[in-house]
Nanobody, 116 residues
Framework: VQLVESGGGLVQPGGSLRLSCAAS????????MRWYRQAPGKERESVAY????????WYADFVKRRFTISRDNDKNTVYLQMNSQKPEDTAVYYC??????????WGEGTLVTVSS
């Protein structure tokens, strides 16, 4: 089982990045997917969610109308499009695959830095 995030980097305030999370080793289309983030010195927090069939999405209030989660079950990949980024979006972003309690997987994370 593997989840590999990519697309992080340095972006200026107001800029955009798209994160990707490529999954392998399990039936991706059966799993709900989430993006989390952890800023330095802070706890990990949930950012966005998408159901296995992409019919339902959820966003934390602090990213609503700025971030968009999507998935391509043919490519076993989930995305996070991040627009209008703010310095407080600086964090390591992790993807998570969840089916049942005890059946979930995590990636290693990708660092996003929003700074001028």
């Amino acid at each position: 089982v593997q989840l590999v995030e990519s697309g992080g980097g340095l972006v200026q305030p107001g800029g955009s990045l798209r994160l990707s999370c490529a999954a392998s080793g399990f039936t991706f289309s059966n799993y709900d997917m989430r993006w989390y983030r952890q800023a330095p010195g802070k706890e990990r927090e949930s950012v966005a969610y998408i159901s296995s069939g992409a019919s339902t999405t959820w966003y934390a209030d602090f990213v609503k109308r700025r971030f968009t989660i999507s998935r391509d079950n043919d490519k076993n990949t989930v995305y996070l499009q991040m627009n209008s980024q703010k310095p407080e979006d600086t964090a390591v972003y992790y993807c998570n695959a969840f089916r049942f309690v005890g059946m979930d997987y995590w990636g290693e994370g990708t660092l996003v830095t929003v700074s001028s």
